[in-house]
DNA sequence: TGGAAAGTGAACCAATCGGTTTATGTTGCT
DNA sequence: AGCAACATAAACCGATTGGTTCACTTTCCA
């Protein structure tokens, strides 16, 4: 019935195939990055590379939420959530933006937007490990914020989604259809306030 | 030096390959469409669809760019711009909702992320025709709003951007990445009645 | 009506890619 | 030392694809 495809997370190798495929599928997309590549730049055999995946697809999928998981742990520890509602959007969203801007971030969002149609499994576990554990994450921050009366919102997980959606605003378009190839700290900041600005005058208590 | 190649945009077949490659990209995305495929599609032999387009990306570049103006048009002739400003913008927030989540507005979204670091191009032209329109249109709205004393806003295409990307909260990366297959109108309706919310709050007069 | 332009379809080409297999090392444990 | 698990290199396979060519037919228009 359901295959369950287990996949051998330990090994001598397996961390080196892992980073190999995540340089790989950075500079070369999902497509564009061929197994035999990947198996070089990992400095193994394509032999020993099926013999921890079954399938391009799944490496793929653990190269994307690996980072994925990767980036919500450094925000989650790094992130004081008592400090004043302003000062905590702008920190969260600062980080949020920092990373879908990276070239690693830009180019795990386009695979998984360009294979979640084909490949259903692609997008729901990058989602999973990405969009969600952001939101859930936010909406909890959200209901202590508005616990303490800093904040008034009654639908806490759409302004969790708002809040993500204002921080990509201008410079993440332009980004992603290669209008501009980096984005200075001042673009980055410059939209995260004018985020918070937002966000504040909607959902600010009072 | 710079190859300027040329589109004949006019002869018998024309539209019809237009339509077919318009058909089968929506149906395969752009890899998994074949051009066998959409000259089938297209009732048109290969020889003759290589005699409009001298190349498998700028057919899709066409496909792409005539679509998303047909949508600008669309919008800007069906919108009243005298309205009060929560209407003007509940009306073009639900438009632009409702393209971006189609079928074509979500492949052609996917196609254009994909491809855009590899093909520059495709991206840069998909910019101009899409959310370029669309900020400056808006911006432009903004701008005699803001004389008619009904909004205050310093950044016009700031917040333009804004304003879209609000409008994809929650919704628009669900079906991005595999995890709904569909939107019902009254979710396009709660998310863009928020949106026009957040933006007066911050951007309406007094 | 006649000839140029446009279209056809089918064969063809060169290249790529994901994945398998095989015969041969290499590691590491006991 | 000896054995089993792991790893390698390279050949190989089947399938697909974008793009070209060519001999032939249809369409259009002066």
């Known amino acids: 019935m359901t295959e369950t495809v287990q996949i051998v997370r330990k090994g001598r190798k397996f961390t080196q195939v892992l980073e190999g495929a995540r340089d790989v599928f950075m500079a070369d997309g999902f497509e564009g990055a061929s197994v035999d590549d990947i198996a070089k730049a990992a400095g193994v055999s394509k032999a020993t590379l099926y013999s921890y995946f079954p399938d391009k697809r799944f490496l793929f999928v653990e190269v994307a939420t690996t980072e994925c998981?990767?980036?919500?742990?450094?925000?989650?520890?790094n992130i004081d959530r008592s400090a004043p509602?302003?000062?905590?959007?702008?920190?969260?969203?600062?980080h949020f933006l920092r990373f879908i801007t990276s070239t690693l971030g830009q180019q795990i969002f386009r695979i998984c937007v360009a294979e979640s149609d084909r490949f259903p499994d692609?997008?729901?576990a990058f989602y999973a490990s990405g969009p969600?554990?952001?939101?859930?994450?936010?909406?909890?921050y959200f209901e202590q914020a508005v616990g303490r009366g800093e904040l008034q919102i009654d639908d806490l997980t759409l302004a969790a989604d708002q809040f993500g959606e204002l921080c990509k605003a201008d410079v993440w378009p332009r980004l992603m259809f290669g209008v501009n190839k980096?984005?200075?700290d001042a673009e980055v900041t410059r939209v995260v306030e004018s985020a918070v600005d937002m966000f504040m005058a909607r959902y600010g208590a009072q």
Request: proline content about 3%; aromatic content about 2%; charged content about 25%.
């Open 69 to 77: 998981l990767r980036q919500a742990d450094d925000a989650i520890h």
């Open 85 to 94: 509602p302003r000062q905590v959007l702008f920190q969260v969203g600062t």
């Open 122 to 124: 692609i997008g729901q």
């Open 132 to 140: 969600a554990v952001m939101r859930r994450e936010m909406a909890e």
């Open 182 to 184: 980096t984005v200075t």
